[in-house]
């Protein structure tokens, strides 16, 4: 039965009780007037008896949740991340505490978020505000990482019981794709970037560009991390972006200059030369070196270097495997589809090589078409002796059908087509000519011309 205590409390107010749906007797302070306080204890032990009775739902937390101030529970959300919100239970980083902050903050402007409950039903409005950014302008990755942050508070809020739902559930995330895209700087202008920048700076770009670390990882960099015996970089789990404990084997040579760089350094001091607008240096060096900053396959920056050394590894011949691990990715879709780059000049070499392995014959009667006057054209016969073509013509890119194409053997005798061959009209009629002798041939003679040729000419 409800009831309150006789005398008030030592603030004047005075405590009431009440039986709650378990059949508990439960204490709550009350108002300054005895009265008031009796009516809250049986009206609060009527509605408990009413959950008891299913006459109505029990209460959920959320209830109670959604009169708190918005203010209130991001506050606590960022005082859980500052603790224990990164990966493996560790802190978030003072840069991520900060974007966090300011991104609840401007949610808080955007929605006008009051109380906790503002967040309910509030899919539209957060839709619309993103919609809003992309007009301005935005890029797909601000917007994402501003749709992270609200999704990633509420679902906290969810885990915990403040929301009954997660209120973005359905909210459709914007494409991956970034305002400009990065490109894989090529050794050349790599070895005109050293040239140019300065000596602290030129080993950071090296180490990042035979590393893949990132500026935040290079900067954190200690000369006791450097491990001459194993051939690489110790990686602390406390910088490392996914928080695990890691080894980048660099070049050799490398490593003996970090070896030297680091002697007479404590082992807690920093290792590189790493500034706080990493950006802004790499910008003036690639000026200084004649290099363009934006250009075909899109721009150059400083996680453009991580770009670089991903692309660098793939043609260095590694696998996907070997890729991923010394990228330190998760997944190789990530090593393959979103840092490694395909060369058009590499695409144009492939295809070269693929026309020689599929179509050799072709590849013959091309590099007849391309030639010039009595300029002989060395290829390998199938059974590994070498013999060279002269073709004698007026026109290197038009033949008559009195074209006569002269093949001399590796013992000296002329052999001659018969009929003659529109040389460059028709490369099939080539390729399938009877190549007869003015004496009887032997049976080889006989065969197609692109089984007597391999694989590759060359002139």
């Known amino acids: 039965m409800a009831g309150v205590r006789k005398s ?10 009440f039986v709650d749906g378990a059949g508990k007797r439960r204490f709550f302070t009350g108002t300054h007037r005895k009265d008031e306080t009796r009516r809250m204890a049986e009206r ?3 509605e408990h008896r009413q959950v008891r009775l ?9 209830d109670k949740a959604k009169a708190r101030p918005f203010a209130e529970v991001a506050a606590e959300y960022l005082a859980w991340g500052t603790a224990q919100g990164g990966i493996g239970g560790r802190p978030w980083a003072s840069e991520h505490v900060e974007k966090r902050e300011a991104g609840l903050q401007w949610w808080k402007t955007e929605l006008g978020l009051t109380a906790l409950g503002d967040l309910d039903s509030s899919l539209p409005r ?7 950014l992309q007009a301005e302008g935005k890029a797909n990755l601000t917007i994402r990482h501003r749709a992270a942050c609200l999704s990633a508070f509420c679902g906290w809020c969810e885990q915990r019981g403040l929301v009954e739902s997660h209120p973005l559930k359905g909210l459709v995330s914007y494409p991956k794709k970034a305002k400009y895209n990065r490109r894989a700087v090529t050794p050349q202008e790599v070895q005109r970037l050293l040239d140019a920048c300065k000596p602290a700076r030129r080993l950071t770009y090296e180490v990042a560009l035979s590393s893949g670390l990132r500026a935040k990882e290079l900067r954190l960099l200690v000369a006791g991390d450097v491990e001459a015996e194993r051939g690489g970089l110790r990686l602390n789990p406390d910088w490392t972006k996914n928080r695990k404990p890691g080894f980048q084997p660099l070049p050799s040579f490398l490593v003996a200059r970090l070896a030297e760089h680091a002697k007479g350094k404590a082992p807690d001091a920093p290792l590189l030369v790493v500034g706080e607008h990493t950006a802004r240096d790499l910008d003036r060096d690639l000026a200084k070196a004649g290099l363009s900053k934006h250009g075909p396959g899109g721009k150059v920056d400083f996680h453009g270097l991580r770009v670089a050394y991903v692309t660098f590894v793939v043609e260095s011949g590694a696998n996907i495997k ?16 979103v840092y490694a780059r395909a060369r058009n000049e590499r695409l144009s070499e492939l295809a070269e090589a693929v026309g020689r392995a599929a179509l050799p014959a072709q590849d013959a009667v091309a590099a007849l078409k391309t030639g010039t006057d009595d300029a002989p054209v060395n290829v390998q016969a199938e059974n590994g002796a070498k013999c060279a073509i002269s073709v004698s013509h007026g026109n290197a890119q038009s033949y008559k059908s009195s074209s006569t194409g002269t093949l001399t053997d590796c013992g000296g005798s002329a052999w001659e087509s018969n ?10 009629a080539l390729k399938t000519a009877e190549i007869t002798r003015s004496h009887p041939l032997p049976s080889a003679a006989a065969q197609p011309f692109g089984q007597l040729c391999s694989a590759t000419a060359k002139r």
């Open 8 to 17: 008030e409390r030592p603030g004047g107010k005075f405590q009431g009780w």
């Open 44 to 46: 609060l032990e009527d």
């Open 54 to 62: 299913n006459y109505r739902p029990a209460p959920k937390s959320y």
């Open 126 to 132: 957060v839709e619309e505000a993103l919609r809003k």
């Open 322 to 337: 070997e890729a991923q691990a010394l990228a330190r990715h998760s997944t190789a879709d990530l090593t393959l589809n």
């Open 419 to 428: 009929p003659p061959v529109p040389l460059a009209k028709d490369a099939t």
